[in-house]
């Protein structure tokens, strides 16, 4: 008999828990047919509604169900994290509680790595339907930029959900970063991964847990954690200006000397400044970026914090 986790990040997902249970119940057929096992684990990451209630009541139901929950909201990285510390299974699966992940491709993915030989099958929509254009486009930007500066393919469109092999949870589990990005994780381990793609399915019930800002804060993180180009950025910058400056001083003291023409016009002089201090702040700040990421590494506090392991 062999073990499927099944993991499921809950944030604030009451209406979902019970939902999304009974979506996976469908394929239990499947899966005995196959002579595996499930093993499902909510995690719940500092929920505030009935999420701890909601599963409470499917463990008295199912003893296949695990519940993990967190001291408060640590973020869906650690969530993911947690999941896999906790599942014991040979195969491990993450799906979203709000069912925007189908549990009914799952029979399809693991005949994938069970007869094709993957160590990972992952999920990517094919479109963005329901999602304000605004995000979508910035979201295609960041895809865009992201994949020029990382050596490590970032799949426009890539959903958290897919299932894995033993091995491919334990290279991920040896990363143990504290600034996670998944979605560069998992293209860092390597291994063979099958793509299967889905349309976009829309949350039914709860509401997203990702505003604009939060978006584009997991954005920055995600170029900081797998790239250090805007570093060398930064340092191109710092020449070219140096250069510029150069030709200038050069110009200047030619004229000055030569011609008996002193410099004059401070408000050009001011623009320069401004731009040239604008542009070191900036530098100063890219730098800081990456030592603050350095600093919470380096401190080594625990990515997330159990208050109930059942
Ligand atoms: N989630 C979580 N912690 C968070 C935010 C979200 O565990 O801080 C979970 C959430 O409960 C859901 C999944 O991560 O199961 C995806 O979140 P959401 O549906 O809000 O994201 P979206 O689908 O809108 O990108
Ligand atoms: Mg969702």
């Known amino acids: 008999?062999?073990?499927?986790?099944?993991?499921?990040?809950?944030?604030?997902?009451?209406?979902?828990?019970?939902?999304?249970?009974?979506e996976l119940m469908k394929t239990e057929e499947f899966f005995k047919g196959k002579d595996v096992d499930f093993e499902i684990i909510y995690i719940d990451d500092g929920s505030k509604d009935g999420t701890a209630k909601e599963v409470h009541k499917l463990i008295d139901r199912d003893n296949r169900v695990h519940f993990v929950s967190f001291s408060r909201n640590f973020g869906k990285e650690a969530a993911i994290y947690a999941g896999l510390q906790h599942a014991k299974g040979d195969y491990v699966v993450?799906?979203?509680?709000?069912?925007?992940?189908?549990?009914?491709?799952?029979?399809?993915m693991y005949s994938y790595i069970v007869n094709e030989g993957y160590d990972s099958v992952a999920t990517r929509r094919v479109d963005r339907k329901g999602e304000p254009p605004i995000r979508s486009f910035f979201a295609r930007r960041f895809y865009h930029l992201i994949n020029k500066m990382s050596k490590t393919e970032i799949v426009d469109g890539a959903r958290d959900y897919r299932l894995m092999t033993r091995r491919f949870v334990d290279a991920i589990l040896s990363m143990e970063e504290y600034n996670r990005f998944s979605k560069g994780i998992?293209?860092?381990?390597?291994?063979?991964?099958?793509?299967?793609?889905?349309?976009?399915i829309e949350r039914k019930k709860g509401e997203t847990k990702w505003s604009f800002w939060k978006l584009f804060i997991y954005a920055i993180d995600g170029i900081i954690a797998f790239s250090?180009?805007?570093?060398?950025?930064?340092?191109?910058i710092g020449t070219l200006f140096c250069a510029i400056a150069f030709v200038g001083i050069l110009f200047i003291l030619i004229r000055s000397l030569f011609w008996q023409d002193p410099t004059s016009g401070w408000p050009s002089m001011?623009?320069?400044?401004?731009?040239?201090?604008?542009?070191?702040?900036?530098?100063?700040?890219?730098?800081?970026?990456?030592?603050?990421?350095?600093?919470l590494e380096v401190k080594k506090r625990p990515m997330y914090l159990v208050k109930e392991d059942i």
């Open 1 to 22: 008999m062999k073990l499927l986790s099944v993991i499921v990040p809950c944030y604030n997902e009451e209406e979902n828990v019970a939902d999304f249970y009974e």
């Open 186 to 200: 998992f293209g860092w381990v390597g291994f063979d991964t099958k793509w299967i793609e889905f349309e976009n």
């Open 94 to 108: 993450m799906l979203d509680a709000d069912l925007q992940d189908p549990p009914a491709l799952l029979p399809q």
């Open 228 to 236: 250090t180009v805007p570093l060398a950025i930064a340092s191109i």
């Open 270 to 295: 001011v623009c320069i400044i401004m731009l040239v201090s604008g542009v070191q702040l900036f530098c100063l700040g890219v730098v800081g970026q990456y030592l603050s990421k350095t600093y």
